[in-house]
Nanobody
Framework: QVQLVESGGGLVQPGGSLRLSCAAS????????MGWYRQAPRKQRELVAT???????NYADSVKGRFTISRDNAKNTVFLQMNSLKPEDTAVYYC???????????WGQGTQVTVSS
């Protein structure tokens, strides 16, 4: 069973930056897709960004140009660089992986990101 460990959340002022990391508990095999979702209070969980092992990315329109997803395939770790943060980016951010195409999602425990002055 693969487990995910997230880090990097916190409190930041509007316009600031944060970098989230998520490491899978096992390495030595290729994970099909890794990504990030977020859930704000009283809202549904939504996709932020995903990145496949082949390099295909998908971003929510609300974060395009501000957030960048990347991964270290050797370490099965995914990163989310968040720049120009806005108060509306405040949410719990969840790491998500699919071990292979069509497989069930595996979720991290979530990390809080708060953007406030």
């Amino acid at each position: 069973q693969v487990q995910l460990v997230e880090s990097g959340g916190g409190l930041v002022q509007p316009g600031g930056s944060l970098r989230l990391s998520c490491a899978a508990s096992r390495s030595g095999f290729s994970i099909y897709a890794m990504g990030w979702y977020r859930q704000a209070p009283r809202k549904q969980r939504e996709l932020v960004a995903t990145l496949t092992s082949g390099g295909s990315t998908n971003y929510a329109d609300s974060v395009k140009g501000r957030f960048t997803i990347s991964r270290d395939n050797a370490k099965n770790t995914v990163f989310l660089q968040m720049n120009s943060l806005k108060p509306e980016d405040t949410a719990v951010y969840y790491c998500n992986v699919q071990l292979y195409s069509g497989s069930a999602y595996i979720w991290g425990q979530g990390t809080q990101v708060t953007v406030s002055s």
